[in-house]
């Protein structure tokens, strides 16, 4: 089956600092999605990328699509507390299939 | 405001019950999913449907049940053939263009399940 990793699981990070979390896939896809869940919550779609290369940015969100295709990064710039949360990649096949990350849990200390 | 909503918010199954979580949509898509969710696991898929009246079984779909009777809902059955239907439940939509180009997948704000 697909094989869909990302790195790193959990982070602790000082406020104002970036960060950078990836994903990596077994094969080649049409679209990586990237999402952020809030305990409790459903997850919220931050950035969607369609095309090998492209660069996107939602604010101080910025997530790119690899050029091989299997992979993308999502970096958030200028950290703030309200950015907790974990954040996961999305690969979306044909046919309204989708394979999830196992998500990368921010900690962000004041 | 278009979205995805999803009732109730928390709900208790004893042994032995079927029940019913709710999933509703205003943003016109065409296909809809049911995703559950464990502490520290990814989302795993359990019913998926890409047209009304048409409705297919996603990775996990042994003790669930769906309909699709009408574009905006698709609701999920938890039955009593599943052990362990304690989880964090998800429902999600897409434009469903079927390629998975230009595709872009939203989420309701979930349902927990627990068992009495």
């Known amino acids: 089956g697909q094989q869909l990793n990302q790195s790193p699981q959990s982070m602790f990070i000082q406020e104002g600092e970036d960060v950078s979390m990836n994903c990596t896939s077994s094969s080649i896809f049409n679209t990586w999605l990237w999402y952020k869940q809030d305990p409790g919550e459903g997850p919220v779609l931050l950035i969607a990328l369609y095309k090998a290369g492209e660069l996107t940015s939602n604010g101080r969100l910025t997530a790119q699509f690899g050029i091989t295709r299997k992979d993308s990064f999502l970096n958030i710039s200028a950290s703030i507390p309200s950015d907790v949360g974990i954040y996961f990649c999305?690969?979306?096949?044909?046919?309204?299939?989708?394979?999830f990350g196992t998500g990368t849990k921010l900690q962000v200390i004041p | 405001d278009g979205g995805i909503t999803q009732s109730p918010k928390y709900l208790f199954r004893k042994e032995g019950q079927n029940v019913t979580l709710s999933c509703e949509q205003n943003?016109?898509?065409?296909?809809m999913y049911w995703y559950r969710q464990d502490p520290g696991q990814g989302l795993r898929l359990i019913y998926y449907?890409?047209?009304?009246?048409?409705?297919q079984k996603g990775d996990i779909a042994e003790g669930y049940s769906v309909s699709r009777e009408k574009k905006e809902s698709f609701p999920l059955t938890v039955t009593s053939a599943q052990k362990n239907p304690t989880a964090f439940y998800l429902c999600?939509?897409?434009?469903?263009?079927?390629?998975?180009?230009?595709?872009?997948?939203?989420f309701g704000s979930g349902t927990q399940l627990s068992v009495l």
């Open positions: 999305a690969l979306v096949r044909g046919y309204q299939k989708v394979t």
């Open positions: 999600a939509s897409s434009t469903g263009t079927g390629t998975g180009t230009n595709e872009k997948l939203f």
């Open positions: 943003l016109n898509h065409d296909a």
């Open positions: 449907s890409q047209i009304v009246n048409d409705f």
